[in-house]
């Protein structure tokens, strides 16, 4: 079977707007729509599911749950509006299948969310990593302290910092509760998720996909250890199947007699790497740097490319009464250690980076 990729749906959706002339079935037999959030292709993706198909995919967050060690006491908090975006509408609604108390926490300012968890004493949140991040900034300015709160567990989605091991410590550390990383596509559902016994690497829920992992760009498959693109085939959602998908997502596989572990969940994409003067560099890798420095609380990757030679720079945003420019030198000593690669940094005044409520775009081009 030949191999799909998110460039054709995308083709097909231009060419027969608004969803496409690949439906299984006639568009009246589907009631739900979402899209994706076009950071990586530039274009939002529509995607229908009939009834039945929805069902499938919230069995997938369903099966989920027991392994991050949900119990029914827990409580769910979504600090989020409730938008086209797939992945939050699809965990509330498993959540509340699954009869857990679920709390809505739209059409709230971020700082009417942090109050409302506290008060409804929500033990798990969903969100994305830089949303726990900015909550957690917010807490600081607010004296709320979370540490003390009653979550226990933060499951992020939607970006790779729950796979950065700084990003990871420092969501960890101001609210004093476990990180679960959990990866999915609007295109094919829930996919991964960490186990409680197995922080960092995410269990790859097997009754529900056929999973393979070949040579980035390429079609070979790669041995047990080495990095490749995932390809899924999804198994349960019939009304918008996809057939050997190339999700573009970096992973390691390790397999063990409880089943197939992405090792280190998703080490990134093969459309993201940036080019620069002949190095190569992966976002997630100055993340995993800027995070080290607790007094950074927003950054943002820009490059430009209007001359004949690209160049790199990075925006800080430093916390308040943090020294701006021994914090600048301090972060780009770091990343030229242990990347071998100089890159400008620079202080950019108190409030000036945006902050985001869903997938952050911390990357920004100059043509």
């Known amino acids: 079977m030949p191999f799909v990729s998110k460039a054709e749906l995308i083709a097909d959706q231009r060419e027969h707007p608004p969803y496409g002339d690949i439906l ?38 369903q099966d989920s749950f027991p392994y991050m060690g949900l119990t029914p006491k827990d409580r769910f908090f979504f600090p989020f509006s409730f938008g086209p975006f797939i992945g939050f509408w699809s965990a509330f609604e498993a959540a509340s299948h699954a009869g857990f108390l679920c709390i809505p926490g739209g059409g709230m300012t971020s700082t009417a969310r942090l109050r409302f968890l506290m008060d409804h004493a929500a033990t798990v949140i969903c969100c994305t990593p830089t949303y726990a991040l900015h909550l957690a900034e917010l807490a600081s300015q607010e ?15 939607g970006e790779p910092g729950g796979s950065i091991s700084a990003t990871r410590q420092r969501i960890e550390t101001v609210w004093g ?9 609007t295109e094919v559902g829930p996919v991964a998720v960490e186990m409680v016994n197995t922080p960092r690497n995410m269990a790859l829920l097997e009754d529900h996909y056929i ?8 079609s070979n498959p790669v041995a047990i250890g080495d990095v490749g693109e995932l390809v899924l085939t999804n198994l349960g959602r019939a009304g918008s199947p996809l057939i050997r998908y190339r999700t573009g997502d970096l992973v390691k596989q390790q397999k063990t007699t409880a089943g197939l572990f992405l090792e280190g969940g ?21 993340e995993a740097v800027v995070r080290r420095f607790p007094e950074v609380v927003e950054f943002r990757i820009v490059i430009d490319e209007s001359g004949p030679l690209a160049d790199l720079r990075i925006e800080i945003e430093p916390a308040l009464n943090a020294s701006s420019s021994n914090l600048a030198d301090a972060v780009g000593r ?16 108190t409030g000036t980076l945006p902050r985001f409520e869903m997938k952050a775009r911390r990357i920004q081009r100059i043509l």
């Open 143 to 157: 004296g709320i302290d979370l540490a003390g709160s009653s979550v226990r567990v933060i499951i992020v989605a």
């Open 24 to 61: 299984t079935y006639p568009l009246e037999s589907y009631s739900r729509l979402h899209q994706t959030s076009g950071t990586t292709s530039g274009k939002a993706l529509c995607w229908l599911d009939t009834p039945a198909s929805w069902e499938s995919l919230l069995k997938c967050w």
């Open 177 to 185: 509760a476990r990180v679960f990383d959990h990866y999915g596509m």
């Open 211 to 218: 999973a393979e992992i070949i040579e980035p760009l390429g």
């Open 334 to 349: 770091a990343i030229r250690d242990e990347l071998l690669f100089r890159v400008e940094v620079t202080a950019v005044a």
């Open 266 to 286: 998703i080490l990134g994409r093969t459309d993201d790497m940036i080019h620069i003067r002949g190095n190569n560099l992966y976002p997630a890798a100055l």
